[in-house]
């Protein structure tokens, strides 16, 4: 759910890579790689995304913009960008071994509203349509999203709870070539405050855990490496899946309000053939 204020709203994920992220685009690399399908990257989340023979690493930087309010409806610009990077995980971060080159870019904008039906209980929806590019082999396609939500607030004694309930569609297209695919999923979650506070650097914060089920209408396809298009694709499929998570609110946006986090955490995703560590920098279910 977007903030009831007018300002531009920016969670950024790995700020760090933003200093020098105009270096990472560099041209196509001699070993053309398909990876973990990069249209989705800006709803599958942040993450490194293990399976058998690579890692994936996707690097979100959920933008977004708020427009204004009209009763009790709240309305705003979507602007989400992923990166993608290959075999480079978050061990490599305290060595600086950074990746030498972006992978993958997923833009998708769109728009989205949030209904405030009562003091506990916010109805949100979206849709998207945008352009994602793998930078290894030169192709692109067109994506397209939308999903409803519904987000109750309750309390369990003293804990502060947010259930999360989610149904929503992802698609894509290729451009100039024959490709495309689909899923939709149904996402389940609950978000539960722990009765303390604390403070980290002189900010106040709260320690939360999270846990959110997922169904997958249809099996979401993720690409292992090729090294050219003649040789056959091996593909995984990420089926219903778990994660489980902490983190840290911060009663206060750390950072400006234009270029802020107001929450940070890891999590653990869990499907029969694909593994994710996600770091989370916003709202995780």
């Keep these: 759910m ?20 105009p270096n990472y685009f560099v041209p196509a690399l001699a070993n053309e790689i398909e990876p973990v399908h990069y249209a989705y990257s800006n709803y599958l989340g942040s993450g490194i995304y293990r399976t058998s023979g690579q890692n994936v690493t996707l690097i979100n930087l959920p933008f977004s913009y708020e ?14 960008v992923s ?15 950074f990746p030498s080159s972006v992978g993958t ?16 209980l916010v109805l949100e929806s979206y849709i998207d349509i945008g ?30 709870s947010i259930w999360s309930s989610r149904i929503y569609y992802a698609g894509y297209n290729g451009h100039s070539y024959d490709a495309s695919d689909s899923y939709a999923a149904i996402q389940l979650g609950i978000d539960i405050g722990l009765p303390v506070h604390y403070k980290l650097l002189g900010y106040r914060f709260q320690p939360r855990i999270f846990t959110s089920l997922f169904w997958y209408f249809n099996d979401v396809d993720f ?9 056959k694709e091996q ?3 990420l089926t219903n899946s778990t994660e489980v998570g902490v983190t840290l609110k911060f009663d206060e946006t750390i950072g400006y309000s234009w270029a802020g986090i107001d929450r940070i955490g890891i999590s653990y995703r869990y499907s029969n053939n694909i593994n994710v560590i996600r770091l989370l920098f916003s709202f995780p279910i």
């Design 223 to 231: 690409k292992l490496p090729v090294k050219t298009f003649s040789e």
């Design 2 to 21: 977007f903030k009831i204020n007018n300002t531009l709203s920016i969670k950024l994920s790995f700020i760090f890579m933003l200093f020098s992220l």
């Design 235 to 237: 593909e995984v499929t």
């Design 67 to 80: 427009i204004g309010q009209e009763g009790q409806t709240t309305y705003g610009l979507r602007l989400p």
């Design 83 to 97: 990166l993608g990077f290959f075999d480079f995980s978050f061990d490599d971060v305290p060595d600086l071994d």
């Design 131 to 160: 352009y994602a590019k793998n930078l290894t082999t030169n192709r692109d396609v067109t994506v397209h999203s939308a999903g409803l939500s519904s987000l109750y607030y309750f309390d369990i004694k003293n804990y502060d």
């Design 105 to 120: 870019f997923t833009f998708t904008p769109g728009i989205e509203f949030a209904y405030r039906v009562n003091e506990n």
